[in-house]
């Protein structure tokens, strides 16, 4: 059985301060990873995926995630917070082999304070 | 545009209504899904649907009817609703189940008067 464990349902950061949403996974089988933004009202997309290839994942609107085994970790991070990074974020894992539908964490609601 | 299209974006239904949810992607995907997301809870999967065929149903009331003609079009039936089933329901699509994500679509926001 795969879970997804995201800590913190808040995060504030200031702008253009880092910012760091974390995200810890269980998982029998070596995992696939995601993080997905959604902003109010809308569907959620997707920002980055690990797929076993390269440890450190850029994704889209400058946030990156690096894959750490050794600490079932998959955190989400961007240098530099803008007003538009307000959303809520999630992280999900999957079952490489397909066999299971993507397991969602609760998400993380990120304010960027000005 | 994400490829998934969910219509109508909103809708207020009575408790006595009938309605129905759709769903279009154009992606080629071959595995269907829909989510219930309320305020202040986890996404919750409803159905999964694999080369049409139900393979999921996470204990969701019969008010709530899946029906997937076909692998690009999914619908959601609704009857008799409950207050407590306003929420946002969100279509997804992906190929082979998941193992390289899902596309969404921008959900319908249900209100049940």
């Known amino acids: 059985a795969q879970s997804v464990t995201q800590l913190g349902s808040h995060v504030s950061v200031s702008e253009g301060a880092l910012v760091l949403l974390r995200c810890n996974y269980s998982?029998?089988?070596?995992?696939?990873l995601f993080w997905y933004v959604q902003y109010p009202n809308q569907g959620l997309q997707l920002l980055l995926k690990?797929?076993?290839?390269?440890?450190l994942v850029k994704g889209i609107n400058g946030f990156e995630a690096e894959f750490k085994k050794s600490e079932t970790s998959f955190h989400l991070t961007k240098p530099s917070a803008h007003m538009s990074d307000a959303a809520e974020y999630f992280c999900?894992?999957?079952?490489?082999?397909?066999?299971?539908?993507?397991?969602f964490g609760k998400g993380t609601r990120l304010s960027v304070i000005a | 545009e994400t490829g998934v299209t969910q219509t109508p974006r909103h809708l207020v239904m009575g408790m006595t209504n009938k309605k129905s949810l759709k769903c279009e992607q154009h992606?080629?995907?071959?595995?269907m899904y829909w989510y219930k997301q309320s305020a202040k809870k986890p996404l919750e999967l409803m159905f999964v649907?694999?080369?049409?065929?139900?393979?999921e149903n996470n204990s969701v009331p019969s008010r709530f009817s899946p029906e997937c003609p076909n692998s690009s079009h999914l619908f959601l039936h609704l009857h008799t609703l409950q207050p407590e089933d306003s929420a946002l329901y969100l279509c997804?699509?992906?190929?082979?189940?998941?193992?390289?994500?899902?596309?969404f679509g921008s959900g319908t926001r249900l209100t049940v008067v």
């Open positions: 997804a699509s992906s190929q082979n189940a998941g193992s390289n994500g899902y596309t």
């Open positions: 998982s029998s089988v070596p995992p696939y």
């Open positions: 690990y797929t076993s290839a390269a440890t």
């Open positions: 999900a894992v999957s079952d490489p082999s397909g066999n299971t539908p993507l397991v």
């Open positions: 992606l080629g995907h071959n595995a």
């Open positions: 649907y694999n080369f049409k065929e139900q393979t």
